[in-house]
Nanobody
C-alpha cells in the first residue's frame, strides 16, 4: 500500500505561481510512474501531467503545456508540480497519483493505483 500526501495548494492571483508537492510513503517510490490530476466543481477528474519512474520522460495535458512542470526526487520520495502563469480556470482540487506502469504514462485516472487526498488550488481573477 502506498500513501500519498499532497501539499502546497492555496489561493493565488491570476498570473501567479504555486508549487505542489506529493510525498509518498513507500521505499519503492522510484518504481512508479507519478501523475497529477485535478477536479473542478461539477467536472470530471482530468489528467494534468505525468512523469515516469526515472524522471526521464514527462507528458502534459494541453492545458498545462508551457505553464506547468512536473518533476520528481526519488531520494525524497516526492513528486512536484510547478505551476506558473496560473489562470482562474486552473482552480480545482489537485490530486497526486501513483501507477505501477513504471515506464509508461497513462492519462486515465482508472490506470492509477494509488491516490492522495488532494490539495485545493484557487486562482482569483
Amino acid at each position: 500500500q502506498v500513501q500519498l500526501v499532497e501539499s502546497g495548494g492555496g489561493l493565488v492571483q491570476a498570473g501567479g505561481s504555486l508549487r505542489l508537492s506529493c510525498a509518498a510513503s513507500t521505499r519503492t517510490f522510484s518504481t512508479y510512474t507519478m501523475g497529477w490530476f485535478r477536479q473542478a466543481p461539477g467536472k470530471e477528474r482530468e489528467f494534468v501531467a505525468g512523469i515516469i519512474w526515472s524522471g526521464g520522460r514527462t507528458y502534459y495535458a494541453d492545458s498545462a503545456k508551457g505553464r506547468f512542470t512536473i518533476s520528481r526526487d526519488n531520494a525524497k520520495n516526492t513528486v512536484y508540480l510547478q505551476m506558473n502563469s496560473l489562470k482562474p480556470e486552473d482552480t480545482a482540487i489537485y490530486y497526486c497519483a501513483a501507477d505501477k506502469a513504471r515506464g509508461l504514462i497513462y492519462t486515465s485516472s482508472s490506470d492509477f493505483d494509488y491516490w492522495g487526498q488532494g490539495t485545493q488550488v484557487t486562482v482569483s481573477s
